[in-house]
């Protein structure tokens, strides 16, 4: 028994150790295959992690390119620029050398205009003291005459007048003359006897003296000494101009002027009116 026990022992150690060797192959067979589909996994994630970084590596290298073409765009871009920036810089220098070169004209220009409007203003105001002058002087001679022949002008004989430095006196001819004559009568003398010596203070201005006569025109007899009323008018305005020359007026500042019917101050159509327009004007006006 004992015997058959032990022979059954040691066959079944015996039948252990090769099936014991062939679970131990098999063991590390599986766990090979097991390492080799694990590498083949890892395998196939590194070709589809190469074939991933080979496309961006790509997608890189594309915007590389790109950016270079880009860079090398802008630097073609960059040095036009400066080239523009250089033609742009010599034109304002060249600008501002001929503005530069404008604005000292024009300095000199308004420098000349300030120093010509000095020189005007002065030429101005001396003109103006001048003109001052004279008009004090021709009112000085208004309010001469007016206080020498008030009693004239009272009775409605003389009139005179002062516009704008204008100086007349106006002087009916029946104080002068009488009817269809050209002698002033003793009376007209004595008349304008009142205004010689304020005639002869006068300076810088003429002394013109003006013969007027109505619209009647002359008939009979008279005609063959006054043809027409430019006669009469003339020889009258000649014979008063020639009695203040006879009283020391300066001739050179006396002069005589006709204008027959053709001035007229008043209406012909009345007595009155005719009246008025025969006569004599001494007028002081500017010297030529």
């Known amino acids: 028994m004992l015997k058959k026990h032990l022979l059954r022992l040691v066959t079944a150690v015996g039948l252990a150790f090769p099936l014991s060797g062939c679970l131990v192959a098999e063991s590390s067979y599986l766990k090979k295959v097991q390492e080799a589909d694990a590498l083949g996994g890892e395998l196939g994630a590194l070709r589809q992690k190469h074939e991933r970084l080979t496309s961006e590596y790509a997608a890189l290298t594309a915007e590389r390119d790109r950016i270079r073409a880009e860079a090398a765009g802008l ?36 420098s000349g205009l300030e120093t010509e409007n000095t020189r005007l203003k002065d030429e101005i105001a001396a003109l103006q003291k001048v003109k001052e002058e004279k008009i004090k002087e021709v009112s000085s ?112 500042a006396l002069s005589a002027a006709a204008f027959a019917e053709h001035k007229p101050v008043a209406d012909n159509s009345t007595r009155e009116g005719k009246a008025k327009n025969r006569r004599i004007e001494i007028t002081l006006v500017a010297r030529d």
């Open 75 to 110: 630097s073609k871009d960059k040095q036009a620029l400066m080239a523009d920036k250089k033609q742009l810089e010599d034109v304002l220098v060249s600008k501002t050398d001929s503005h530069s070169k404008v604005i000292a004209e024009l300095r000199q220009k308004i």
């Open 141 to 252: 001679t208004y309010e001469q005459l007016l206080s020498n022949m008030k009693n004239e002008i009272a009775q409605g004989q003389v009139t005179i007048s002062e516009l704008k430095g204008k100086l007349t006196v106006n002087m009916e001819a029946a104080i002068l003359f009488d009817s269809g004559k050209a002698d002033v009568k003793p009376e007209g003398l004595a008349i304008l006897a009142k205004m010689v010596d304020t005639l002869k203070g006068v300076r810088d201005k003429a002394i013109r003296i003006e013969g007027h006569t109505d619209n009647v025109q002359i008939s009979g007899s008279l005609t063959r000494i006054f043809p027409t009323n430019w006669e009469l008018s003339a020889a009258r305005a000649i014979n008063v101009t020639k009695y203040l020359q006879q009283q020391g007026i300066d001739p050179s």
